[in-house]
T-cell receptor
Framework: NAGVTQTPKFQVLKTGQSMTLQCAQD?????MYWYRQDPGMGLRLIYY???????DKGEVPNGYNVSRLNKREFSLRLESAAPSQTSVYFC?????????FGQGTRLTVV | GQQVMQIPQYQHVQEGEDFTTYCNSSTTLSNIQWYKQRPGGHPVFLIQLVKSGEVKKQKRLTFQFGEAKKNSSLHITATQTTDVGTYFCAAYNFNKFYFGSGTKLNVKP
C-alpha cells in the first residue's frame, strides 16, 4: 500500500522556468491538499480539492495552479518559478480523521 | 479562517526531561489532531481528539483536549532522543486542515 506518492523528490529550477509536481493517492480519499513548508512557518495550504472536479485556494495560492485530474491524482504547477517559491512541498490526502502526507518535494529556485 | 496557535516554537531538553507543547484557538474546535515530523521527513499522524476534556495516552505521550474545546496539549514524559522532531497540532474544518506552526523539539543525550 503506497499511500501518497509525490514526484519528484528534489528539483532545482531557474527563475522563470515552469514545472509540475505530481501527487497520487491510493486510499480512495475524496480530499487532497498541497502545502508548502518554510522554516519557522509551519505548513501553509496552497490549494486543496474537496472532491474530484473541484479545487479551492488556500492561504498562499499566488504563483501556483492545480489540477485534480481524477480521484487519485492532484498536481501542482508553477508557471514561472521565483526564488520565493523555494520550499518543501507536501501533498496530502485524507478526511476528517487524519491527513496522510507524501514524502515531500524539495524545490530550489535559483 | 480557522486560526490555530502553537507554542513554544522551539524546545531544547536534556534526555529524561519532560516536554509539553500547547495549541490554542479563539474558536471552538470540532476536533484536534497531532502530527510528528522527524527531521527531513514528512508529518505523520499521531492521534485525534474529539470530545471535550478528552485525554488519550500513547506510551510516554499524553494528549489532552480542553473542556471548552479551544485548546489542546501534548506532553511527553522522560524524553528520549527518538522524540526529536517537530510536533504539529491541526484542526479539521470546512474541508481543510488548519495546522499550527509547530514546536521543534531537540533532545540532548
Amino acid at each position: 500500500n503506497a499511500g501518497v506518492t509525490q514526484t519528484p523528490k528534489f528539483q532545482v529550477l531557474k527563475t522563470g522556468q515552469s514545472m509540475t509536481l505530481q501527487c497520487a493517492q491510493d486510499m480512495n480519499h475524496n480530499s487532497m491538499y498541497w502545502y508548502r513548508q518554510d522554516p519557522g512557518m509551519g505548513l501553509r495550504l496552497i490549494y486543496y480539492s474537496a472532491s474530484e472536479g473541484t479545487t479551492d485556494k488556500g492561504e498562499v495560492p499566488n504563483g501556483y495552479n492545480v489540477s485534480r485530474l481524477n480521484k487519485r491524482e492532484f498536481s501542482l504547477r508553477l508557471e514561472s518559478a521565483a526564488p520565493s517559491q523555494t520550499s518543501v512541498y507536501f501533498c496530502a490526502s485524507g478526511g476528517v480523521a487524519e491527513a496522510f502526507f507524501g514524502q515531500g518535494t524539495r524545490l530550489t529556485v535559483v | 479562517g480557522q486560526q490555530v496557535m502553537q507554542i513554544p516554537q522551539y524546545q531544547h531538553v536534556q534526555e529524561g526531561e519532560d516536554f509539553t507543547t500547547y495549541c490554542n484557538s479563539s474558536t471552538t474546535l470540532s476536533n484536534i489532531q497531532w502530527y510528528k515530523q522527524r527531521p527531513g521527513g514528512h508529518p505523520v499522524f499521531l492521534i485525534q481528539l474529539v470530545k471535550s476534556g478528552e485525554v488519550k495516552k500513547q506510551k510516554r505521550l499524553t494528549f489532552q483536549f480542553g473542556e471548552a474545546k479551544k485548546n489542546s496539549s501534548l506532553h511527553i514524559t522522560a524524553t528520549q532522543t527518538t522524540d526529536v522532531g517537530t510536533y504539529f497540532c491541526a484542526a479539521y474544518n470546512f474541508n481543510k486542515f488548519y495546522f499550527g506552526s509547530g514546536t521543534k523539539l531537540n533532545v540532548k543525550p
